[in-house]
Structure formats: C-alpha cells, structure tokens
C-alpha cells in the first residue's frame, strides 16, 4: 500500500494549482487548500494580518500536502478504515469533506453493518467498515467508487453550476467522474455512452 503521503502529493496533482471559480462554494483555492480551510488553520502566509487570496497563492505544494496529512486523513481517523477504501476517502474528503464518509457509512450500513451517516469515524463506524471489508474484500473499494460516482452524478443533477466538473464541453466526462474512477476496476467504469445517457438531460 502506499504511504499516506505519497496519496496526499497524488492528491495535491489532481488539484492543480490556484483557482478560484465563482462556480466553486469552496472560493480561492491552490493545490485543493480553500482559503476557507486557511482562516481555520489561522494560515497567515505573508504575515499581512489577514487571511485571503492572498495567501491562498502563497501556498506551497509540500504545505498543501502537509495539511491534506495532519486535517484530512489522520485527524478525521481515516487511517482506522478498510484499507482498500483508505485512498479513495481520502481523495473523496479533500474534495467534499465529511460527505466522504457519509457515503462509506451509508454503504455498509446497507450491507447489513449499521452505522450513523454523521460523517464522523468514530468506533462505531470503523467497526461496522471493517466488517464489510471482511464480508467484501474484493468488492468493497469498488463499492465506494461507485457511490462516490453517483455522488457526483447526483449534486450535478441538483447544482447546474457544478455541472461542469461532472461533463466536460465535448459532453466527456468531466473531473470529478474521471477522479472517482481512479480507485474503481475498469470493468465497472463507465463507457462515455454510458455518460452522455447518465447527462443527457442536462442543459
């Protein structure tokens, strides 16, 4: 398995480098950081007084790497879960915070393991993940992919502004359904017919 930190610096690829989209909820953002999570961190790069763009632009790769490591993996308990699933919660929690693991508690908990979709691993959750790995070793990771793809599919469906990061102008898969297929087997990723017919309805 890799090391969480070798998942965060593949983490921080994906982000790319400072946006800040007035499409995105998140704001001002550089290597995945919104310069929300920032002013939580009290991250006053240029010492100026005040957490803004700023700053966000200040935002080094290893610093970015460094906080996906100590605030969205190890402090959120992400390394007490499966295994299979850890990368791709991780990945998911950088992306869309706490709904990373809702999605994982919902899962199991139709599996059969119930667990309270609160967004937080606490002993309960952790449990009940661990025994769905055991019932599902081979198809657990792919599970989670999966939802994690119909999360996506589902917030397009209700957001148009986010639309964008789900199809790209060629009426392609966008970001956010080719990022949730990194961790799903090819056999169940979808063929771009498969997309067009998921987005069709779409403006």
Request: charged share 25%.
């Amino acid at each position: 398995m890799q090391s969480v930190e070798q998942i965060a610096q593949q983490i921080v690829m994906r982000e790319g480098g400072y946006v800040n989209d007035p499409d995105d909820p998140g704001g001002a953002t550089n290597f995945g950081v919104t310069i929300g999570t920032m002013k939580a961190l009290g991250l006053d790069l240029n010492k100026d007084g005040r957490i803004d763009a700023g700053d966000v632009r200040a935002l080094t790769r290893a610093q970015a790497q460094q906080i996906f490591v100590e605030h969205y993996f190890r402090k959120p308990r992400l390394a007490e879960l499966p295994e299979p699933v850890q990368a791709s919660v991780f990945d998911m929690y950088v992306n869309a915070g706490t709904n990373a693991v809702k999605i994982l508690q919902r899962l199991v908990t139709r599996m059969g393991f119930a667990t309270v979709a609160d967004g937080a691993v606490g002993p309960n959750t952790i449990a009940a993940a661990q025994k769905a790995a055991a019932a599902a070793p081979l198809h657990l990771a792919d599970a989670y992919g999966i939802e994690r793809r119909n999360y996506y599919y589902n917030l397009a469906d209700q957001r148009p502004s986010s639309r964008k990061y789900a199809r790209s102008k060629d009426g392609g898969k966008g970001g956010w359904i080719t990022r949730a297929e990194e961790f799903i087997a090819p056999k169940y990723h979808l063929s771009q017919a498969e997309h067009r017919a998921r987005t069709v309805k779409w403006a």
